[in-house]
Structures are given as C-alpha cells and as structure tokens.
C-alpha cells in the first residue's frame, strides 16, 4: 500500500512559476516509479511526467517539454514538479501517482492505468 499526498498547489499570474510536490509513504520510496498528471473541468485526466523508480529517466508531455521537470528525492520519498512560464492553459488539479507493479516502459507510464496508487490531487489556477 502506498499513500500520496500532494502539495504546493496554488493561484499564480501567467508567467510565474510553481513547485509542486508529493510525498509518498507505506513503500521505501526509490521503489516504484512516480508520475503527474492533470485534469482541467471537463477534460479527461492527461499525462504530464513520469519519473522512473532511480530517478535516472523522465518523461514528458510533449506540450509541456521544456517548461515542466519533474525530480525526485529518494530520501525524502519525495516527487516534484517544477512548473515554469505557467500558462492559463495549466489551470488543472493535479495528481500523483505511483507504478508499483505495473510496467514502466515509455509508452505505459503515459497511461493513467498503468498506475496503482493516486494522491487526492492539488488545485493550480493560473490567471492571465
């Protein structure tokens, strides 16, 4: 059993930047592979960034390369998701998630049920 809770949600102005996080317990973290996702009102629960169980890949949204990265602290059983030049466009709730069972190929992670475990998720607004 794994526990995630989100943090570090928040309302900002376009442009500005966001740091969010997700602290996960029940498992020793540097176990499984950690992942973000989002979901705006109205819209189906989309894929951000995966980071897999050593922190030695990531994968991304194409749409969001270069603006989102996300890292991990195995110590700290600990994800981030560092948010840069946010858009209105990012307003979502954000969740985490952790693969520990499932595969955790390149393709895979970017499916929502590949996950077996989800935080309850963290608003971001992001005025314009």
């Known amino acids: 059993q794994v526990q995630l809770v989100e943090s570090g949600g928040g309302l900002v102005q376009a442009g500005d930047s966001l740091r969010l996080s997700c602290v996960a317990s029940?498992?020793?973290?540097?176990?499984?592979?950690m992942g973000w996702f989002r979901q705006s009102p109205g819209k189906e629960r989309e894929f951000v960034a995966h980071?897999?169980?050593?922190?030695?890949?990531?994968y991304y949204a194409d749409s969001l390369k270069g603006r989102f990265t996300m890292s991990r602290e195995n110590g700290k059983n600990t994800v981030y998701l560092q948010m840069d030049a946010l858009k209105p466009e990012d307003t979502a709730v954000y969740y985490c998630?952790?693969?520990?069972w499932g595969p955790g190929n390149a393709q895979a992670v970017r499916n929502m049920n590949t996950y077996d475990y989800w935080g309850q998720g963290t608003q971001v607004t992001v005025s314009s």
């Open positions: 998630a952790a693969i520990v």
């Open positions: 029940g498992r020793p973290g540097g176990t499984y592979g």
């Open positions: 980071i897999t169980w050593d922190g030695g890949s990531t």
